[in-house]
């Protein structure tokens, strides 16, 4: 198969993409029998005969240069495979890690070649937001406050638009309850069995990118989707689907990898012969939509996605245009692909209107990413001093001030626009070998599900089965037969840009930074990067279920900590990086070192990342390239 795309111009877009959008109405890539508009990008961005990757208007300011991820000659291993067949100077994707069986399926060269499409396409421009994403990160670091755009707010004002939602979007009309996990043949087979009304198949926080993770997923979601997958661990135990029908079983709501990660065993070579590792997003969105879209819809489901980490409109609208690529390259119907956000970071919390807008044809709602926006938070403001400084993470709960007005906002923008809003994750997990660490998840559980379901939210996220029948109870006595509360406006919610950015709420009302929450930072922290170095990214820790999310609010806080000379409130000492390093030895040597620790390098990470004067914006990026890449777990 040759996938193409129509490039030519089709006029203006009336959009501009750096005052933000200016203008109400249907773009020309939405008007039918149209196609994507392409514009001419600040030669600085890329090489000039690279292919164009969003419609930019001729008068927008340049964006700041991205830092090429490789600049070096394309040199392709031996026993790669090209993705492109057709001679035309095109860009190639290339296989350079090692093949597994029935890697084959997953990384035939038509899969490959479309993801070459979308690389040609969009890596220019997934560069560009990287690049803009820094600039605004340090204008708030250094005093400028994130707020709603006033160069967008004729899109907020304009009361008549609306997104796709769940119409015409089968499985996605009830979504009470969804079950969260990575998606290994086991947690697939668990997931689809469990009773819940969605999947989140998760490719991002709950998965460790090694190489056997990224297709052996993709492999489990392909057969499951067919009605076919089994599986048998090494006691001999057997696990198969219930049903070998799709519709019978939760609806897979995919997530792929963020914009920020790289996949380091697909090379990208672009017409130029400029050679990087491919974009993650890229990757799993691209094998899951090509290998799976129209079997899906053939079976009475359709391509569903999470889309995370997402930071304002802009990269909203790059994801929209991902889906007109793909969707117009395998010949299936715009508006069939349907995303939910999630909004998980500060600034996106500004622009939930704006995202909405940008994705509504194929937009089905919005999700209160709870732990990554408390990470947000303080990777926003690590250096603006101490009324900025959360108290523990234990003692942050959802009815702090600033998190209620982030949530109940979200709801309120969900239902004016016609959009699901889905519920964050409660981390406690029950122990079934433990009646009273299971009596107290389940308490937590249900008066957090008790609370989503009165504010309005149309939906919520378990990480364990058992948890299911809980807050589907909670959901039931708000919904009753009603598949959801879209219909329910929130007229008396009123947040404003004090009320989000009031974080000196959570220690007005009491909480506090300690000792053992200094503490639990480091050993959380430690202990979950070393299972993701092992191939482990959704952890149970101390009865709860930790994700990658985790490591970052902890290992965050304690450099935050460190930057504000944070006195612990229960012995009244300051934490120090002194102070750290000996709790950081502590934690280790008390720790097993079972076959195949990886704790050694969990703390030269953690070092990394929180001991140090710069602050990585993510910790996965250099956990990934330094320490996770070729690793015995990243073998297949």
Same mark, same amino acid.
């Given at each position: 198969m040759t996938a193409t795309i129509d490039t030519r111009p089709q006029g203006a877009n009336p959009f501009d993409p750096d005052a933000g959008l200016a203008g109400i109405g249907t773009p020309p890539a939405a008007r039918a029998g149209a196609m994507p508009t392409s514009a001419a990008r600040p030669a600085s961005a890329r090489p000039a005969s690279a292919h164009p990757a969003s419609a930019h208007p001729a008068s927008a300011r340049p964006a700041s240069t991205p830092t090429h991820r490789s600049s070096a000659p394309s040199s392709l291993p031996n026993g790669g495979v090209g993705a492109s067949r057709t001679g035309s100077r095109r860009g190639v994707i290339t296989v350079t890690g090692s093949v597994g069986p029935r890697y084959a399926e997953i990384l035939s060269a038509d899969a490959l070649q479309f993801l070459a499409l979308l690389h040609d396409r969009f890596d220019a421009a997934r560069d560009e937001l990287i690049a803009q994403r820094q600039l605004r990160r340090q204008d708030i670091a250094d005093g400028s406050d994130p707020d709603f755009r006033a160069s967008t707010r004729p899109v907020r004002d304009d009361p008549h638009w609306r997104v796709a939602g769940s119409r015409n979007a089968p499985g996605l009309e009830d979504r009470r309850v969804e079950i969260t996990g990575p998606t290994d043949p086991k947690m697939t087979i668990n997931a689809l069995n469990s009773g819940a009304r969605c999947w989140l198949a998760d490719a991002e926080d709950a998965s460790s990118p090694t190489w056997p993770n990224v297709v052996e997923g993709q492999l489990a979601l392909h057969d499951a989707i067919r009605g076919s997958l089994s599986f048998t661990n090494e006691a001999g135990k057997e696990y198969t689907l219930r049903s070998a029908d799709i519709v019978d079983l939760p609806t897979i709501v995919f997530r792929p990898r963020g914009w920020h990660l790289d996949e380091a065993h697909l090379r990208y070579t672009d017409a130029n012969g400029i050679t990087s590792g491919a974009l993650g997003s890229l990757v799993d969105f691209g094998l899951y939509f090509f290998h799976n879209a129209a079997e899906l819809i053939a079976r009475g489901r359709g391509p569903y996605f999470y889309l995370p980490k997402l930071e304002g409109y802009k990269e909203a609208r790059l994801w929209n245009e991902v889906f007109e690529v793909a969707q117009d *390259? &395998? =010949?299936?119907?715009?508006?069939?692909?349907? *995303?939910? /956000? &999630?909004?998980?970071? &500060?600034?996106a919390a500004f622009e939930m209107e704006e995202i909405l807008y940008e994705l509504r044809d194929h937009c089905a709602g919005l999700n209160a990413g709870r732990w990554d926006y408390l990470f947000s938070i303080i990777k926003c403001f690590r250096t603006r001093g101490d009324s900025y400084v959360l108290p523990d993470r234990a003692q942050v709960t959802m009815t702090a001030p600033f998190m209620r007005a982030y949530t109940e906002l979200l709801v309120a923008t969900c239902h004016k626009r016609g959009a699901h809003a889905i519920g964050g994750m409660s981390a406690f997990i029950p122990d079934r070998r433990n009646p009273e660490v299971t009596r107290q998840a389940f308490q937590q559980v249900a008066a957090d599900k008790k609370r989503e379901a009165g504010d309005g939210f149309d939906g919520t996220w378990v990480a364990h089965p058992d948890l299911i029948p809980v807050a589907e109870a909670e959901f039931d006595a708000v919904l009753g037969d009603a598949p959801n509360q879209v219909s329910r406006q929130r007229p008396d919610v009123v947040v404003g840009q004090h009320e989000l950015l009031?974080? +000196?709420? @959570?220690?007005? +009302? =009491? +909480?506090?930074?300690?000792?053992? =929450? &200094?503490?639990?930072?480091?050993? /959380? @922290? /430690?202990?979950?990067?070393? +299972?993701?170095?092992? =191939?482990t990214g959704a952890a149970a820790l101390d009865n709860l279920m930790e994700d990658a999310a985790t490591a970052e609010i902890s290992r965050s806080q304690v450099w935050q900590w460190i930057a504000s000379g944070t006195v612990t409130h229960d012995d009244r000492l300051p934490i120090t990086r002194e102070r750290v390093e000996r709790i950081l030895l502590d934690v280790v040597a008390a720790l097993p070192q079972e076959p195949g620790s990886r704790l050694d390098d969990a703390a030269a990470i953690f070092r990394q990342v929180a001991l140090q004067d710069d602050f990585p914006a993510f910790l996965t990026n250099p956990a990934y390239q330094g320490h996770l890449v070729d690793s015995p777990a990243d073998q297949v």
């Open positions: *390259a &395998l =010949g299936i119907p715009r508006g069939t692909i349907r *995303a939910t /956000v &999630l909004i998980e970071t &500060l600034p009031d974080i +000196a709420s @959570a220690r007005r +009302a =009491g +909480a506090t930074v300690t000792s053992a =929450g &200094l503490r639990s930072n480091v050993s /959380v @922290a /430690v202990r979950y990067i070393d +299972a993701w170095l092992r =191939g």
